[in-house]
């Protein structure tokens, strides 16, 4: 290859990656350091103070990480070491935090090393000198029923931490589940800006991958559509955080229950002209995630638009978004939500399922959920039943209505998602929502018959 050919293949490797947003390995730990900086010196501070927390003690071992911590390393550590022991300390007289492990080393920049092991042996007695030293008035663990995701605490260490644990603060230890719930859920500034990326790239791929690059009628299946997204996802040097679903619904078929997506569904369905394809697809890149939800026609001979029925399906899904998302006012639960949507949605004539979860750090996250595919009445309170909406929080606005079509006589569901975020001036979709189908294959304008 000569000099001038390496070059251009340098540049166009370049452009493609610029095209798509991403960071390279070393600029992506810096920016997550940045990240977690901010998080811990401004956002946690306010947090615990909500909470009425002034201690909150984080604890876990090696591969068996509390969900919360994981969020809570830096980038360059992908596991806690050993027995990891994070203390966070809130003086909001003096308005102070401290940021300490009961570990042999730093845990990044900001979480100092407060155990040297050559004076105290023992890891558990050091944490109890620390606390006793700030005399606590609430400690705060990672136990709890209603959220799964603060409830990272192994029996052996709460046993251990207990038992360890001065007699006078034993009436002091509390869940830390609020805390923890809205440490996963609120996002920062500058996060939101990397969000709107994030989902700009997701959008990306499904319209490469709903488009003729990849599908070609009569001979692609929706498997194929799934692993060509999948390698995509690995090529662009990104994660998926669950596999992608790719699904077709046509003339000649009964209409499915939900549990099609995710069991039962075949996995190499040839993609027909005529078809309604579909998409459940997610990426993870920067410690955030997405989850989306977009339909594709595939153009018949000689057609050059979807059919109407389909076109105004997919402004019937719209409208059910639109009823969810108006219902999202601070304060409200997600059940109250979920009831005034659905209400809402019917008496306009719509056949609703509503089914939204937080979005973020993890794919389902903690916070405010909004129905599940098989609780259209509500959920459970175990599932965050009474947990409010919470302002600078991200949502997967997940769901589907069903219509009729009595040129293919039978119903199909028109499934959406798209990640939502619900700020102090109300709600707002992190990078658009789909209006249009998209068509595969792409119109040309300047052929036709």
Not at 240 to 258: A, C, G, M, N, Y
Not at 440 to 445: A, F, G, L, N, Q
Request: glycine share 6%; proline share 4%.
């Amino acid at each position: 290859m000569t000099k001038q050919l390496v070059i251009l293949f340098i540049c166009i490797q370049g452009y493609v990656l610029n095209a798509q947003q991403i960071l390279n390995e070393k600029e992506r730990a810096q920016v997550i350091d940045e990240i977690l900086d901010d998080r811990f010196n401004n956002l946690l501070p306010e947090l615990m103070d909500a909470s009425g927390l002034d201690m909150w003690v984080v604890i876990s071992r090696e591969y068996n990480e509390d969900p919360v911590m994981k969020t809570m390393l830096p980038a360059t550590w992908l596991n806690a070491r050993r027995r990891t022991i994070l203390l966070f300390y809130r003086d909001k007289a003096k308005n102070t935090i401290e940021k300490l492990a009961v570990a042999r080393y730093n845990v990044g920049k900001n979480i100092i090393s407060a155990w040297d092991k050559e004076k105290e042996p023992n890891q558990w007695a050091r944490l109890m000198q620390l606390i006793s030293e700030r005399n606590p008035k609430k400690i705060g663990l990672n136990f709890s029923k209603d959220h799964n995701i603060a409830d990272g605490l192994d029996k052996t260490d709460y046993d251990e931490f207990m038992t360890n644990l001065p007699k006078k603060y034993i009436s002091k230890v509390t869940s830390a589940e609020q805390l923890a719930v809205r440490w996963i859920e609120t996002r920062s500034e500058r996060e939101m800006v990397i969000y709107d990326q994030l989902v700009d790239i997701t959008h990306d791929i499904i319209a490469e991958a709903f488009s003729e690059k990849v599908i070609t009628p009569g001979i692609t299946t929706t498997s194929d559509v799934e692993w060509w997204m999948r390698q995509k996802v690995t090529d662009l040097g990104l994660e998926t955080w669950f596999h992608p679903t790719i699904d077709v619904q046509r003339s000649k078929e009964e209409l499915v229950s939900h549990l099609y997506s995710f069991s039962g569904r075949p996995e190499d369905t040839v993609i027909l002209p005529g078809d309604l394809v579909h998409c459940d697809f997610g990426i993870t890149y920067l410690r955030l995630n997405t989850d989306c939800q977009e339909l594709a026609y595939v153009l018949k001979p000689e057609e050059t638009s979807a059919p109407d029925f389909l076109v105004n399906g997919l402004k019937d899904g719209n409208k059910v978004q639109d009823f969810l998302t108006a219902n999202m006012i601070k304060g409200r639960s997600g059940n109250e939500i979920l009831a005034k949507s659905l209400s809402q949605s019917k008496k306009a004539g719509l056949r609703p399922s509503i089914y939204t979860h937080p979005l973020g750090s993890y794919g389902h996250s903690a916070g405010t959920t909004i129905g599940m595919w098989d609780s259209q009445g509500g959920v459970m309170k175990d599932d965050g039943e009474n947990y409010p909406l919470n302002p600078n929080t991200v949502y997967a606005i997940e769901l589907n209505t069903t219509i009729n079509i009595p040129e293919w006589n039978r119903d199909i569901r028109i499934m959406l998602e798209e990640a939502g975020f619900y700020g102090e001036d109300g709600f707002r979709y992190v990078n658009g929502r789909q209006t249009e189908l998209l068509l595969i294959p792409r119109v040309k304008d300047h052929q036709g018959n």
